[in-house]
């Protein structure tokens, strides 16, 4: 059976946009998971003795917290590190410095033996559908494989519980013994998806999972991630480079640049009035279809290229791109500050001469 043969857009899927997030107060609690100075150095080596001659600092002193139930989404560039970031806080990487807690229990150099029962809490769906699937083997042993691995013997059965994580994903059970070749992309997606539902964890952390699929697919998915949300009490960790999808699913947003988190807000807060200069930018070109709003707003572009981060500009790293830099920004590293006088904001931003909100080009 080719792809063709198999319907797309599962019959329980509507067609149509990205529902906006709506969170009702209450649901948004207690800390589950806490990242403190987070570092990830990749070494250097080179010579005929593979000697440590420097270091790619993917990621450099990154602080956040996630709460229970919420979304969390971490957006930026190519190379700005958030995608190492998801793998350091699911400890598929080991990290260089800091601190992750999860439920208040520091994960952050265990060994395998013991992150394994953790990894029953924490899963991770990954970018690109295909690659993450075996090809050798069928949906049912994909999807099933979380519970030979952990040793779980699901109530009625491996088969019936795969069969009923299909189903809650929008597939068929009789997809069970097809193998991942004779999906389509959104489909594979919803395979890894149910794969991840497998074992009912607590925190799923979302590598860019819509970015490899087609546009016309991309808003099924994202509404299957929000409808599994509120019918499982998840919590989700968003990497994403596509604003107008983040906008649409987070509830905080946090912007990195070059290996630290320069701006961290609500997500309204942070789309309406961004205060560092690269959100800023960064912004500005989201597209927009109101013709009106597209030519009142202004579309800044940065200057030069993003720099190395195997040798990151010192202080401020953004100093060498900004059209707001100061002497102070080149000597000065500014830190992560709350901004604003309102007591309940948890606005904050890295950044000596802040954008002023009444002056943004975003509106």
Known sequence: MTTSDIEDTPPTDTPGPVRHASRTPDRVS?????????????????GLLQRTTGAVQAVDGVNFE????????????????????????????????GKVTFEGHDITHLSDAK?????????????????????????GKIVGAPYKLQGVTPEGGRKKAVQDLLETVGLSPEHYNRYPHEFSGGQRQRIGIARTLALKPKLIVADEPVSALDVSIQAQVVNLLEDLQEELDLTYVM?????????????????????????????????DRPRHPYTVAMLSAVPVADTKRRHQRERIRLEGDVPSPINPPP??????????????????????????????????????????????PVG
């Open 30 to 46: 207690e800390n589950l998971l806490v990242v403190e100075d987070l570092v990830k150095h990749f070494p250097i080596k080179g």
């Open 115 to 139: 992150m394994r029962p953790m990894r029953r809490d924490i899963q991770m769906i990954f970018q690109d559908p295909f690659s993450s699937l075996n090809p050798r083997h069928t949906v």
């Open 66 to 97: 996630v709460r229970r139930g919420e979304t969390f989404s971490i957006v930026g560039e190519s190379g700005c590190g958030k995608s190492t970031t998801a793998r350091l806080i699911t400890r598929l990487l080991e990290p260089t410095g």
């Open 315 to 360: 202080a401020c790293r953004f100093h060498t791109r900004c059209w707001k830099a100061q002497d102070l920004c080149r000597t000065e590293e500014p830190p992560l500050l709350q901004i604003g006088t309102a007591p309940h904001s948890e606005h904050k931003v890295a950044c000596h001469f802040p954008v002023d909100p009444p002056a943004s």
């Open 239 to 271: 990497i994403a480079h596509d604003l107008s999808v983040v906008r649409h699913v987070s509830d905080r947003v946090a912007v990195m640049y070059l290996g630290k988190i320069v701006e961290i807000g609500d997500r309204d807060d942070l789309y």
